[in-house]
């Protein structure tokens, strides 16, 4: 029995062994190449130890690479969108968890359909409506298009944060004379502190990782790092040592971020569905 | 001291705070979900290019246009083979996974973070790393395929472009299936399987017959989460194969990029959106329906 119990995990951890390395070989293999010459990065069989360069990242980074451009573009308008959908999505999702609406129920498919309809059904009318506007190329067109995904998103999750605080505590605290909304801020929000910045992560990372809403919306001086991404794909060819620190330079961020609030992951990722 | 007379006004006075703090978020809703899909529903009525100053009202043409167009179910016929295998595949690479991490004694957290962090990575990323990894001339996974005496362009090659695009999927999304499974798992009780144990169920009759059972709802939850994103998104396609090679991967996600910006043609296009859009929703009704049903 226990060596029929040995065998079997011995081939489990093989085969989670085989699993890690499917999922982080084209990532470990990503930042290496970023470090390597150009001429380094297309040996094979692949360098394994090497000598680590810095030369792609100091060109980006330089005056005439101008990708800090794209950086803080991609950085302001993560930010921005993910405070303002933070403030809207913490307010309405307190209410939707702790109101009596009517009809709450066609609120709550309202707001999930918005969530998950298609991209391309989204952009197509959106840039109609900003060509009309003359939004096209700007900053706030693409905070306001990010705000279609991550609004219902942050009302969805706030509303599941919030219906798992107990309520007696706000009761309480209202029978002692103080209103709704104090009760709310000083006791309901202090207490679904993970939730809010489990949320905030979330909708950071959608932003940061968008590609295709921002490469419709965005002009020379607006573009996102994405879209700097796909720029070094060209006609004559693909700028791969470029493309492995830039793809490095995305994903770190969001690495770090997703680490940070693993706990909370799941139930982010699954929109609340799983505690 | 509270009195029964009291009671209505007092939830009256509840819901108004509520409403206070729903409206804002409820008219910003509107104004980025109805107004633009009301917009397009008038798109789809007029013959409406990029370069016009005004549409002109077009009856049903673009509505007969999309669905006389054979592109147009072809590429609704491809959207079906990329998420339905991209779905199957992930399902059950993800189920199988969670078992795994399941049943292993020791160092399963360490397993589950480092499995999730395909996650993290923007798509467009992910694609243009694929990309690289399978070039012909440089790609790391080329060049094992070749040592094992394999020889194709994986994206060039119309029969391996679609396989690719949807391996590239499973890469990336395959851990939000195991995650969440594994965390239905988790929170299955330990009687049912005792019992088991007590009446000497082999292993793979309490997977069976215990723990897949209670994971249903998590499946379901994975399976619908799933199913919209992979509507969703057109990134890994738009930098990998743009489509092609021969429209061997032209989604209908992407055909719809391509008729809107490509051929300009909004119309068109309007229609064709809202035909992904109803698709989409229904299928996000039937899964949120499978939903209700598990929980009554």
Same mark, same amino acid.
């Given at each position: 029995?226990?060596?029929?119990?040995?065998?079997?995990?011995?081939?489990?951890?093989?085969?989670?062994?085989?699993?890690?390395?499917?999922?982080?070989?084209?990532?470990?293999?990503?930042?290496?190449?970023?470090?390597?010459?150009?001429?380094?990065?297309?040996?094979?069989?692949?360098?394994?130890?090497?000598?680590?360069?810095?030369?792609?990242?100091?060109?980006?980074?330089?005056?005439?690479?101008?990708?800090?451009?794209?950086?803080?573009?991609?950085?302001?308008?993560?930010?921005?969108?993910?405070?303002?959908?933070?403030?809207?999505?913490?307010?309405?999702?307190?209410?939707?968890?702790?109101?009596?609406?009517?009809?709450?129920?066609?609120?709550?498919?309202?707001?999930?359909?918005?969530?998950?309809?298609? /991209?391309?059904?989204? /952009?197509?009318?959106?840039?109609?409506?900003?060509?009309?506007?003359?939004?096209? %190329?700007?900053?706030?067109?693409?905070?306001?298009?990010?705000?279609?995904?991550?609004?219902?998103?942050?009302?969805?999750?706030?509303?599941?944060?919030?219906?798992?605080?107990?309520?007696?505590?706000?009761?309480?605290?209202?029978?002692? %004379?103080?209103?709704?909304?104090?009760?709310?801020?000083?006791?309901?929000?202090?207490?679904?502190?993970?939730?809010?910045?489990?949320?905030?992560?979330?909708?950071?990372?959608?932003?940061?990782?968008?590609?295709?809403?921002?490469?419709?919306?965005?002009?020379?001086?607006?573009?996102?790092?994405?879209?700097?991404?796909?720029?070094?794909?060209?006609?004559?060819?693909?700028?791969?040592?470029?493309?492995?620190?830039?793809?490095?330079?995305?994903?770190?961020?969001?690495?770090?971020?997703?680490?940070?609030?693993?706990?909370?992951?799941?139930? %982010?990722?699954?929109?609340?569905?799983?505690? | 001291? !509270?009195?029964?007379?009291?009671?209505?006004?007092?939830?009256?006075?509840?819901?108004?705070?509520?409403?206070?703090?729903?409206?804002?978020?409820?008219?910003? !809703?509107?104004?980025?979900? &109805?107004?633009? @899909?009301?917009?397009?529903?008038?798109?789809?009525?007029?013959?409406?290019?990029?370069?016009?100053?005004?549409?002109?009202? $077009?009856?049903?043409?673009?509505?007969?246009?999309?669905?006389?167009?054979?592109?147009?179910?072809?590429?609704?016929?491809?959207?079906?083979?990329?998420?339905?295998?991209?779905?199957?595949?992930?399902?059950?690479?993800?189920?199988?996974?969670? &078992?795994?991490?399941?049943?292993?004694?020791?160092?399963?957290?360490?397993?589950?973070?480092?499995?999730?962090?395909?996650? @993290?990575?923007?798509?467009?990323?992910?694609?243009?790393?694929?990309?690289?990894?399978?070039?012909?001339?440089?790609? &790391?996974?080329?060049?094992?395929?070749? &040592?094992?005496?394999?020889?194709?362009?994986?994206? *060039?090659?119309?029969?391996?472009?679609?396989?690719?695009?949807?391996?590239?999927?499973?890469?990336?999304?395959?851990?939000?299936?195991?995650?969440?499974?594994?965390?239905?798992?988790?929170?299955?009780?330990?009687?049912? #399987?005792? $019992?088991?144990?007590?009446? *000497?169920?082999?292993?793979?009759?309490?997977?069976?017959?215990? #723990? !897949?059972?209670?994971?249903?709802?998590?499946?379901?939850?994975?399976? +619908?989460?799933?199913?919209?994103?992979?509507?969703?998104?057109?990134?890994?396609?738009?930098?990998?194969?743009?489509?092609?090679?021969?429209?061997?991967?032209?989604?209908?996600?992407?055909? +719809?990029?391509?008729?809107?910006?490509? @051929?300009?043609?909004?119309?068109? $296009?309007?229609?064709?959106?809202?035909?992904?859009?109803?698709?989409?929703?229904?299928?996000?009704? @039937?899964?949120?329906?499978?939903?209700?049903?598990?929980?009554?």
């Amino acid at each position: 029995m226990s060596t029929r119990r040995n065998i079997l995990y011995t081939v489990l951890y093989i085969l989670g062994i085989a699993a890690l390395a499917w999922s982080l070989i084209p990532i470990i293999y990503m930042i290496m190449s970023s470090l390597k010459t150009q001429i380094g990065m297309f040996t094979m069989p692949p360098q394994l130890i090497f000598e680590p360069t810095f030369d792609v990242y100091k060109d980006m980074f330089s005056a005439r690479g101008n990708f800090t451009g794209f950086l803080s573009n991609s950085i302001i308008v993560s930010l921005i969108t993910t405070l303002l959908c933070l403030v809207l999505g913490v307010t309405g999702g307190f209410a939707l968890a702790r109101g009596n609406f009517k009809r709450e129920k066609d609120i709550a498919f309202w707001i999930i359909s918005t969530r998950m309809a298609p /991209i391309p059904a989204v /952009i197509l009318p959106l840039y109609l409506i900003f060509a009309k506007f003359g939004m096209i %190329g700007t900053t706030e067109g693409l905070i306001f298009a990010y705000t279609t995904f991550n609004l219902p998103f942050s009302l969805w999750l706030m509303m599941t944060f919030f219906k798992d605080i107990p309520i007696d505590l706000e009761e309480a605290a209202m029978i002692d %004379g103080c209103s709704k909304f104090r009760a709310f801020w000083q006791i309901a929000l202090p207490t679904a502190a993970p939730g809010i910045v489990a949320t905030a992560v979330l909708c950071l990372m959608f932003s940061w990782n968008d590609y295709a809403f921002a490469s419709v919306f965005t002009g020379k001086g607006t573009q996102t790092v994405p879209v700097a991404v796909s720029l070094l794909v060209s006609q004559s060819g693909i700028k791969w040592g470029q493309a492995m620190a830039t793809g490095t330079v995305v994903i770190m961020p969001m690495l770090i971020c997703g680490l940070l609030v693993r706990k909370y992951m799941v139930r %982010g990722l699954s929109m609340g569905a799983v505690k | 001291m !509270l009195h029964a007379a009291d009671r209505p006004m007092k939830k009256a006075k509840r819901n108004r705070t509520e409403f206070w703090m729903l409206l804002p978020s409820m008219i910003v !809703l509107a104004i980025i979900s &109805l107004f633009p @899909f009301f917009f397009m529903i008038y798109a789809s009525f007029m013959d409406y290019r990029l370069d016009m100053d005004k549409p002109r009202f $077009a009856g049903l043409d673009n509505w007969k246009n999309i669905f006389t167009d054979s592109t147009y179910w072809d590429s609704w016929g491809r959207t079906v083979i990329y998420a339905g295998g991209g779905l199957i595949i992930q399902l059950a690479l993800g189920i199988g996974l969670a &078992l795994l991490l399941y049943h292993i004694p020791k160092f399963r957290n360490l397993f589950a973070t480092l499995l999730m962090l395909p996650l @993290f990575v923007a798509p467009i990323v992910a694609g243009l790393l694929w990309r690289f990894l399978l070039d012909p001339t440089y790609g &790391l996974y080329n060049w094992f395929l070749q &040592l094992l005496g394999v020889n194709i362009q994986i994206l *060039g090659d119309p029969s391996y472009a679609m396989p690719a695009v949807i391996m590239m999927d499973v890469w990336e999304w395959t851990p939000l299936i195991t995650i969440i499974v594994l965390a239905g798992l988790q929170s299955v009780s330990h009687e049912p #399987l005792e $019992a088991a144990e007590v009446d *000497g169920a082999s292993g793979w009759q309490k997977v069976r017959y215990i #723990l !897949l059972p209670m994971v249903r709802r998590m499946i379901v939850v994975a399976l +619908l989460i799933r199913s919209m994103d992979i509507l969703r998104y057109v990134d890994v396609i738009t930098i990998t194969t743009e489509g092609g090679p021969a429209d061997a991967t032209k989604t209908i996600g992407y055909y +719809l990029m391509q008729v809107a910006f490509r @051929f300009q043609d909004i119309g068109t $296009a309007a229609a064709l959106g809202l035909t992904m859009l109803v698709v989409s929703i229904m299928l996000g009704r @039937f899964f949120i329906r499978v939903l209700r049903s598990e929980e009554a």
